[in-house]
C-alpha cells in the first residue's frame, strides 16, 4: 500500500511490471459511467499506465484536469470545445473518445490538438492501451479510415480536387510492410 501511495505523490522508482521510472499518467473525462470503468478496469492490469482520476465532464474538469496533470487525457469528443481540447492539448495529450457519426467532431478536436480518437463502442484493450502509449510519445493515432478523410481534406485545399483515398486496414498488409 505504501509503494502505491508514494506511486501517486509522484516518488517510485520502479513501476511493477512495467520496468520504467514514470508510469503513463492517465485521466478518464466521459459521462458513461460504464464505459469509464470498463477502460479503468483495462488499464489497471498495464504495468506502464496509471489511470490518475476520472470524471464525468463540465465546467470543473479544466480545473481538476490542472490539478492532477495528466500525461494523457481520453475524453469524450461531446465533454469538450475545441476551445477546451486546445487548452488541455498544452499540456496532455488527449485521444478524443466518440461514437460512430461523430468524425466531423472528431475532426475539430483533432485541428485543436488532440493527437487521436478512439470509437467508444469498438475499442478493444489492445488498442486503447497502444494509444495511449503512442500519445504519451506525442505520436497521432488516426483509424484508416479518418486518416483517409484528413488526406482528402489535404488534397483539396491544396489542389482543389478531392480525391478519395482508400488506406488498408493493418490487418491486410503484407508482413513485410508493417
Same mark, same amino acid.
Not at 61 to 81: E, G, Y
Not at 130 to 147: D, G, K, T, Y
Given at each position: %500500500?505504501?509503494?502505491?501511495? /508514494?506511486?501517486?505523490?509522484?516518488?517510485?522508482?520502479?513501476? *511493477?511490471?512495467?520496468?520504467?521510472?514514470?508510469?503513463? /499518467?492517465?485521466? &478518464?473525462?466521459?459521462?458513461?459511467?460504464?464505459?469509464?470503468? @470498463? %477502460?479503468?478496469?483495462?488499464? @489497471?492490469?498495464?504495468?506502464? &499506465?496509471? =489511470?490518475?482520476?476520472?470524471?464525468?465532464?463540465?465546467?470543473?474538469?479544466?480545473?481538476?484536469?490542472?490539478?492532477?496533470?495528466?500525461? +494523457?487525457?481520453?475524453?469524450?469528443?461531446?465533454?469538450?470545445?475545441?476551445?477546451? =481540447?486546445?487548452?488541455?492539448?498544452?499540456?496532455?495529450?488527449? &485521444?478524443?473518445?466518440?461514437?460512430?457519426?461523430?468524425? %466531423?467532431?472528431?475532426?475539430? #478536436?483533432?485541428? #485543436?490538438?488532440?493527437?487521436?480518437?478512439?470509437?467508444?463502442?469498438?475499442?478493444?484493450? *489492445?488498442? @486503447?492501451?497502444?494509444?495511449?502509449? #503512442?500519445?504519451? /510519445?506525442?505520436?497521432?493515432?488516426?483509424?484508416?479510415?479518418?486518416?483517409?478523410?484528413?488526406?482528402?481534406?489535404? +488534397?483539396?485545399?491544396?489542389?482543389?480536387?478531392?480525391?478519395? +483515398? $482508400?488506406? *488498408?486496414?493493418?490487418? $491486410?498488409?503484407?508482413?513485410?510492410?508493417?
Amino acid at each position: %500500500m505504501e509503494y502505491w501511495r /508514494r506511486l501517486i505523490e509522484g516518488q517510485t522508482h520502479l513501476f *511493477p511490471g512495467g520496468g520504467v521510472d514514470h508510469p503513463i /499518467r492517465v485521466a &478518464i473525462v466521459d459521462d458513461d459511467e460504464a464505459f469509464r470503468q @470498463a %477502460m479503468c478496469g483495462w488499464l @489497471a492490469w498495464v504495468g506502464d &499506465i496509471l =489511470v490518475i482520476g476520472e470524471a464525468r465532464g463540465g465546467q470543473e474538469t479544466l480545473c481538476w484536469l490542472r490539478q492532477v496533470r495528466p500525461d +494523457v487525457v481520453l475524453i469524450d469528443v461531446d465533454a469538450a470545445s475545441a476551445a477546451q =481540447v486546445r487548452e488541455i492539448a498544452a499540456d496532455a495529450g488527449v &485521444i478524443v473518445l466518440h461514437r460512430e457519426g461523430q468524425e %466531423m467532431r472528431v475532426l475539430e #478536436a483533432l485541428r #485543436a490538438g488532440a493527437l487521436g480518437h478512439l470509437e467508444k463502442h469498438s475499442v478493444r484493450p *489492445p488498442q @486503447a492501451i497502444a494509444a495511449i502509449r #503512442a500519445v504519451s /510519445r506525442e505520436e497521432a493515432v488516426l483509424s484508416p479510415a479518418l486518416a483517409g478523410r484528413i488526406l482528402d481534406e489535404v +488534397v483539396e485545399k491544396h489542389w482543389g480536387d478531392k480525391r478519395v +483515398v $482508400n488506406v *488498408p486496414q493493418p490487418e $491486410n498488409l503484407a508482413e513485410g510492410s508493417r
